[in-house]
Structures are given as structure tokens and as C-alpha cells.
């Protein structure tokens, strides 16, 4: 009886530790070779723009992504590389990685004249279930993703999946052990300032390229592509697991 209510008391506490304003964030990948944003994205964004990384010989910079200033952003810690077979959009130019084994890389965010961002895409290259991503608003979590569910949606990487191995030209069908897919991030009901690349645990170096970002006046006409399932966020299994408790203490007092 002790021991139960104890137990209640420590998951409320744990439910009440998690962020609040968790938002819902749509995650989408889209058709074998794409390396840029759909139609649909390019089409209903009002301000959107591409860090193509070419050029950057340091993984800390500051860029505007070619929005002339509405949105802007810091990256703190990457590591740049020249196009090889495991990343390089187009198979030439550079690339950004969150190398195996360190903290990653933090792109900050801030815009000017628009609301925020909520739409986020790039192109992941050389996938593993290391690949991991962090949404912040204000330093609070407001979402997270696992590319192991990526993995699982792409499928094995066989001599038939159209998703593995390199789709550039200069590197075609290189690195088949690995996929390669544009991914869509969108935040339908609010915005983020702080996205976390890493890479954990460690299985390779995270790859990605093409970094793009957005203002989406209306988020879901920006979702496209194939939706990628997720798991139950953690706010919905810490208030199951306290309904467990509950019903499981209203039991004991009538023992």
C-alpha cells in the first residue's frame, strides 16, 4: 500500500517534469532521389530558403539560408565535408555531418517580419538509427525524432529498394548498405528555434545536406510526402502508466 502510493507520487512528478507544450510535429519522407522540398512546400511556404553548405569550410557559421534575412541561423559544432558517396547533394559540393561519438551540432534559430519557423526539411544521406534530432522552443523540447523508425518505414536495404544506396550521378549505387531520402519536419500548432543534430548511439557519422527552412502560414498544406509512424509520446505513456497506478491503488483500499 505504502510502496504503491510512492510509486503514484514518483510518476505524477515525472509527468509534471516533462515539457508542456510538447507540440505535434509531422515527420515525412518523399519519393526515391529527392534531394530538395516537394511542390507542396515550396508551393504554400510565404518565406522559405536552403543552406546548400558549399563553400563552408568550418561546421560553426552563421547563414541567412538565402531568405534575405527572415530567417537566420547559427550552427554551432558540425563538421563539413566534400561530396563523397555518403553525402553531397547533387554529388558535388559539401556537406555537414554530426561525426560519431561527440555532442553534435545546434542550428539556432531567429526570423524577422514572420511569425517563426515550423517546417524544417533535409536530405539525409547514408541513414543509420544513430540518426537523432532534437526540437526546441524557448530551451524546452517541444519535439524529437529517431531515425530508427525511418529505418524500419524505408525497409531493408536490398538490391530492389530504390531508397538505398547513392542516387547522385557521380556516386551511383554507392554505399547500397545505407538509405538516402528527403525528410519533412512540420509543426502544426507552433514553431521551434533550436534544432540538435547527433548521433546516438553511435553507428557513423550523421550525414545530411540541404538543410531547409520555413514559415508555412498554414502547417498541414506543407505536409507531403509519406508519413513516417511514430511512437506514443512519452506524455501519453507517463499519464497510462499513471492510470495504472491509480486503478491499481483504488483496488488496494478496498483490500
Known amino acids: 500500500m505504502r510502496l504503491q ?9 515525472s509527468a509534471a517534469s516533462l515539457p508542456s507544450h510538447a507540440d505535434s510535429i509531422t515527420v515525412t519522407y518523399g519519393a526515391p532521389g529527392m534531394q530538395t522540398p516537394s511542390a507542396a512546400v515550396l508551393r504554400y511556404a510565404t518565406t522559405i530558403g536552403t543552406e546548400t553548405f558549399d563553400g563552408r569550410t568550418s561546421g560553426s557559421f552563421s547563414t541567412s539560408f538565402g531568405t534575405g534575412g527572415a530567417i537566420t541561423g547559427k550552427y554551432s559544432g558540425g563538421s563539413i565535408a566534400s561530396a563523397n558517396l555518403y553525402g553531397g547533394a ?18 539556432t534559430l531567429a526570423t524577422s517580419g514572420v511569425p517563426g519557423v515550423n517546417y524544417f526539411g533535409y536530405w539525409l544521406s547514408a541513414l543509420d538509427s544513430g540518426n537523432q534530432l532534437t526540437f526546441k522552443r524557448d530551451g524546452a523540447v517541444v ?16 538490391a530492389s529498394n530504390p531508397f538505398c544506396g547513392n542516387p547522385t550521378a557521380r556516386f551511383k549505387g554507392q554505399d547500397s548498405g545505407e538509405a538516402f531520402a528527403f525528410i519533412n519536419f512540420v509543426d502544426l ?9 547527433y548521433e546516438k548511439p553511435a553507428s557513423g557519422n550523421y550525414e ?5 527552412v520555413a514559415y508555412c502560414p498554414t502547417p498541414a498544406a506543407c505536409v507531403n510526402g509519406t508519413a513516417i509512424p511514430e511512437p506514443m509520446p512519452v506524455l501519453v505513456i507517463a499519464t497510462a502508466l499513471i492510470a495504472v497506478a491509480l486503478f491499481r491503488l483504488r483496488h488496494a483500499f478496498r483490500d
Open 189 to 197: 500548432n507552433g514553431f521551434f528555434d533550436e534544432i540538435d543534430v
Open 143 to 158: 519535439g524529437s525524432y529517431s531515425s530508427a523508425n525511418l529505418v524500419t518505414a524505408l525497409g531493408s536495404c536490398t
Open 90 to 107: 547533387g554529388g558535388s559540393g559539401s556537406y555537414i555531418q554530426a561525426l560519431a561519438n561527440t555532442v553534435g551540432y545546434t542550428i
Open 5 to 13: 502510493s510512492v510509486w503514484l507520487a514518483m510518476l505524477m512528478v
Open 208 to 212: 545530411s545536406d540541404n538543410h531547409t
